[in-house]
């Protein structure tokens, strides 16, 4: 009798335990479909059970989630973002078999879905329809703390294009004074290229950084948007994934990111090791950072910087991410080599409009740094040309021209020699024979894109 009493008062204690382990519950949302082209951002709690998103998931269409900011599961396990990278071995299981570490960002579909990883980035195509559901991965969460930010964005045609199309050709606008306007959102470009990328080899330890920003009015002060950032970034990333075989675990994948952000992946003057820094096997990974968006000169010495997505236009020397400070970070990391793919330009001009504020782009040239031992530089153009765009807004022509020719139209005639590797030299001239071809017949400017190999390297 006494022994059944203590398996009682054992079982008792162990529920009451697992009562206080219990994540925190959400409130009940309404079930809704995101439109083609258009995001939503959620929260999700460290301490938070599974969260429903609210928006229903079709099997037709592809969904990319991108998520942002740290947790922790505990005390013990330390410190992480959505991956789960660096957090303590003690809470490294993977008790579901999802293929992730704890504390990763998971999701599912339906309320009892089978589980899947999701981390910072992932191109969902789901196998059911249902509500979205996601959640940290820990099975007892009570004392977790922080949360991440989650962007999930249906990919689709840019549903304005109708009215992009008719301003593009400058005709009067066809659009009735009863129409809806459009959301901003809407006039982004999202759809990957449909290029044919070459399977390569896995790599497991190669990285790859990959941000598109496109959203400058969501957060920005006077900064034009730059319609065709999310589409190249998916783009690259499907490149990255196909082609250059890393998987996506060891991608660092980000819309629209800001000052603190870009900080954060590369970072400062100060503090030159960033959540990248953390990332790399000494000697073993090659790193690619592909950047979309702005880049202008700021200050009086013209430094070139990249723009964050919550830049003021008139302090680019402040809030900007300066290439001198990105070149010598990166230069700082124990990799076999870096490679940084630049869709941008920095005069201060772009296609969709002046990034700095009261300045005549014509005039502005940025001052460009040298460039490091081991790093390469591929960029869209020189330091006073501009990006082009297609017509469109579909895509920046760069990143098109030299997807396609890393793909294997480079090493053709008349640009290769047909031997199934590219070399810089093959790629340099096919973006001359396209590239500044088409930038020169579409809007009769200059730009020729810069490689440039690392001072030694």
């Known amino acids: 009798m006494p022994g059944k009493i203590n398996f009682i008062a054992s079982v008792t204690m162990a529920l009451t335990m697992l009562s206080g382990c219990v994540g925190t519950k959400y409130a009940p949302v309404k079930a809704a479909p995101l439109q083609q082209g258009q995001q939503r951002q959620v929260e999700i709690l460290g301490a938070g059970d599974w969260r429903d998103t609210g928006i229903v998931v079709h099997t037709s269409e592809t969904y990319e989630l991108s998520a942002s900011g740290t947790w922790s599961m505990g005390g013990i396990c330390g410190t992480t973002n959505a991956t789960g990278a660096g957090i303590s071995a003690l809470c490294a299981g993977d008790p579901w078999g999802l293929g992730a570490t704890g504390s990763t960002l998971i999701g599912r579909i339906g309320s009892t879905g089978k589980p899947f990883r999701v981390g910072d980035s992932l191109s969902l195509k789901p196998k059911t329809e249902g509500n979205l559901y996601l959640r940290s991965y820990d099975l007892i969460p009570f004392d977790n ?106 991608i660092i994948y980000m819309r629209d990111a800001t000052g603190a952000q870009m900080n954060r992946i590369f970072g400062t003057n100060t503090h030159p090791q960033g959540q990248l820094s953390d990332w790399v096997r000494k000697d073993k990974s090659n790193v690619y950072v592909y950047y979309a968006g702005h880049g202008a000169p700021g200050g009086r010495d013209g430094n070139a910087y990249l723009i964050p997505s919550d830049a003021d236009s008139s302090r680019i020397e402040i809030n900007g991410y300066g290439l ?21 330009c920095f005069s201060g001009s772009s296609q969709s409009g002046a990034v700095i504020s009261n300045a005549s782009p014509v005039y502005l040239k940025a001052k460009t740094p040298d460039i490091p031992k081991n790093v390469t530089v591929i960029a869209a153009g020189a330091s006073d040309q501009m990006a082009s765009w297609e017509d469109d807004g579909s895509n920046g022509l760069f990143t098109k021209y030299y997807l396609k020719g890393m793909s294997g139209e480079a090493d053709a005639k008349p640009s290769g020699n047909g031997d199934g590797t590219v070399t810089i030299e093959e790629l340099k001239a096919y973006l001359g024979e396209t590239l500044t071809y088409y930038a020169r017949r579409y809007y009769g400017r200059d730009q020729k894109a810069q490689i440039i190999v690392g001072i030694g390297g």
């Open 324 to 344: 001198k400070t990105l070149y010598g970070n990166l230069a700082l990391l124990p990799a076999k080599s870096v490679t940084v793919v630049l869709e941008a």
């Open 145 to 250: 703390t922080g949360a991440v930010n989650v962007t999930i964005l249906r990919q689709g045609p840019i549903l304005a294009a109708t009215q992009t199309k008719t301003e593009t050709s400058r005709q009067p606008s066809q659009i009735s004074p009863q129409a809806t306007p459009m959301p901003e959102q809407s006039r982004f470009s999202t759809d990957p290229m449909k290029i044919k990328f070459n399977q390569g080899p896995s790599r497991a330890d190669d990285i790859a950084v990959i941000i598109g920003n496109a959203d400058y009015k969501k957060q920005g002060k006077d900064i034009p948007n730059v319609k065709p950032a999310y589409a190249d970034a998916a783009s690259f990333k499907k490149y990255a994934m196909t082609t250059l075989g890393i998987r996506e675990g060891n």
